[in-house]
Every structure is written in structure tokens, then in C-alpha cells.
């Protein structure tokens, strides 16, 4: 069964830094890209990063950049997103999620939807 688990999110204070985990189980990512998405209560989900192994492509949303960094390990099967100088305005649950393509800002076009993991932005 293919499967997509994050890990991650907590509760941190402005400014401070969380990385979030997606591990693919079950395949490997090699073919896939990996988008990051976000809904935060009461909001419509967002387009947060995404990288793309087939083409190598890295995308992220304006909120978010110079902020936030994916990266992946050697294995294939696990992608990381990196957030510094988190702001409230970034608290939500985060969902990684995975199409066979490269990487697209619309959720719709991915297969594999992991469970979410939710990050907190407070003092």
C-alpha cells in the first residue's frame, strides 16, 4: 500500500524554526513530485513548496520564501521542509502530498495525500 506519513509539526514560538518530515512507504519518489500544502482554519488550502524529482524543479510560495526550504534525503523516499522565522500567520496543518509529474500549485492534480501534521505559531 502506498502511503505518504508526515511528522513534525508542533508548537513553537515567532521566529523560532520547525522541520517537517514526508516519507513515502511503499515507493520510491524518484518518479514523483512532492508538494507541500497547507490549511489553516477557517482558509482555503495553499500551495506551499514543492519539488519535483523528475525535473529537479524547486517551487515556493511568495509567503514563504527565503523562509522556507525543501530537501530530500539519498534514499529516495523522504522529503523535508525546512521553516525558519515562523510568524502566526504560518500556524495551520500542513499536508505533503505526491503526483507522478512534475510539480503542479493545484492540489487536485495529486494522487497521494499523507495525513497532515499540524504546526502552531505562538507565544
Known amino acids: 500500500q502506498l502511503q505518504l506519513v508526515e511528522s513534525g509539526g508542533g508548537l513553537v514560538q515567532p521566529g523560532g524554526s520547525l522541520r517537517l518530515s514526508c516519507e513515502a512507504r511503499?515507493?520510491?519518489?524518484?518518479?514523483?513530485?512532492i508538494g507541500w500544502f497547507r490549511q489553516a482554519p477557517g482558509k482555503e488550502r495553499e500551495g506551499v513548496s514543492c519539488?519535483?524529482?523528475?525535473?529537479?524543479?524547486?517551487v515556493y510560495a511568495d509567503s514563504v520564501k527565503g523562509r522556507f526550504a525543501v530537501s530530500r534525503d539519498n534514499t529516495w523516499t523522504t522529503v523535508y521542509l525546512h521553516m525558519d522565522s515562523l510568524q502566526s500567520e504560518d500556524t495551520a496543518d500542513y499536508y505533503c502530498a505526491a503526483r507522478a509529474s512534475v510539480c503542479s500549485e493545484f492540489g487536485s492534480f495529486y494522487t497521494y495525500w499523507g495525513q497532515g501534521t499540524q504546526v502552531t505559531v505562538s507565544s
Open positions: 511503499g515507493f520510491s519518489l524518484d518518479r514523483y513530485a
Open positions: 519539488l519535483s524529482y523528475t525535473d529537479g524543479n524547486i
